[in-house]
């Protein structure tokens, strides 16, 4: 708690402040009333400035004075309303619609204006400018059409820009011309502009990177589209090229060794031609393949009849072969020999066989008999009833050498045993080669019976061909092999 020292001591300064801050409310108090009566002394106006609203008070009597009173600047070109020298009304309200500041470049003029225009179109009539449907025009550098308009807030400065059109004839090689505008800087801009495909190859006159000028004529020369197939891939080109190898030529494609092109180089040039360059390879094998040697079978008089002897094994000889091949483009398309060599001669199979006849004697049951050759044969047996033949044909029980047939009778080969030779057969007795069979071939023989008494025979037994011997050059020295029968 404090004294009653202290609060007696703070009371003077207390005090002072409470005059101080009356005094000044009472200030403010007048100063305000002052205000209140300055400003029921001003006129309430409303300035709408391209669309936008605010409320000033003023003691102008005039509208430029009202605006110059806001800090309103005013060009000649901007419309106000009311007009500039009206009086102004309490609760009046003044409208302003600025004029667009342009630049146009046209004609190598550049005008300043102010305007109210709303597109482009009606500026060229207010500014009294024609304009070709071909110019190109600008807004701030980007391209317009005469409907464009201004967008942006009227006080927005543009520049606007006209590019006159000039005419520009073309002539083609195949004697057409066509007559175009263009506002493009060069040649080729301006074919391609106006959607004339103008390709690498062709050839203009002036060139495609020449200025354009007024009226001037270009030539067209068209190139020919053609492709070329080379090394995997195709290539796809024009030209003024007369004739394929001259095409090749400006692609780089060159031939070597045997390389062709199809059409040949010397072909002329058509739209669309399709060349292919076919690349030629060649290369030599060697080759060997072995030369069959011969068999040769010859007579030795000091060898007895149905021996053989091997005096010389057969070797097959060595032939090599050079042999060219051709690929085109990478595949084999032919061989072709160009010589043999014989490397190594074949050498021939020497088999000697004997011809000497060694007379011998085997024991039948009619007593010993000389036979001149044993032959192991395959036996079977038959009778005049199991040849087949009806028994009302005359030649029932005839055999092939005429003679009836009986027991005793047999059927032989005559390529393998002589017809009419005397045989023995163990178990069977001695018989005549005098008969023949047409199942009966080879070492085969077929014993004969009578009917009445006919025994059944199927295995292989020995023949032997009795004295005396045929002449030579009737005997079979190499009778040919078993034939194939069970049990051989």
Known sequence: MQSVWSQRKAQPHTRIVQQAVLALVAMFGLLGVMAAGYAGMLTPVTLVVDGEARAVHTNQTTVEAVL??????????DRVQPARDAEVAANATIAIARARPLTVRVDGRTIRVRSHTATLADLFVELDIGINPHDALTIDGHTAVPASGFTSAPATPHTVAVRRAVPLTLVFDDGASQTIETTEPTVGQALSAAGIEVYLADRLTPGASERVTSGATVYVDRSVPVSVQVDGQTIRTRTHRERVGDVLAELGVTLLGQDYAQPSIDALVQTGLAVRVVRVAEEFL?????????????????????TQVLSQAGEAGVMQKRIRVRYEDGQEVSRVVEDRTLVRAPKPRVTHYGTQIVIRAVQTPDGPREYWRRIRAYATSYSAATAGTPKDAPWYGITATGMRMRKGMIAVDPDVIGLRGELYVPNYGVGCACDTGGGVIG????????????QIWHGWVDVYLLTPAPPADQIRYVLPDWPTFPGR
Not at 68 to 77: H, K, Q, S, T, Y
Not at 443 to 454: A, E, I, K, P
């Open 443 to 454: 070492r085969w023989v077929d014993l004969g019976y009578d009917d009445d008494d006919l």
């Open 68 to 77: 110059r009173d806001a800090g309103i600047a005013v060009f000649p070109e």
């Open 286 to 306: 060697i080759e060997q393949e072995p030369v069959a040697f011969e068999s040769q079978v010859l007579p030795n008089a000091d060898m007895e009849i149905d």
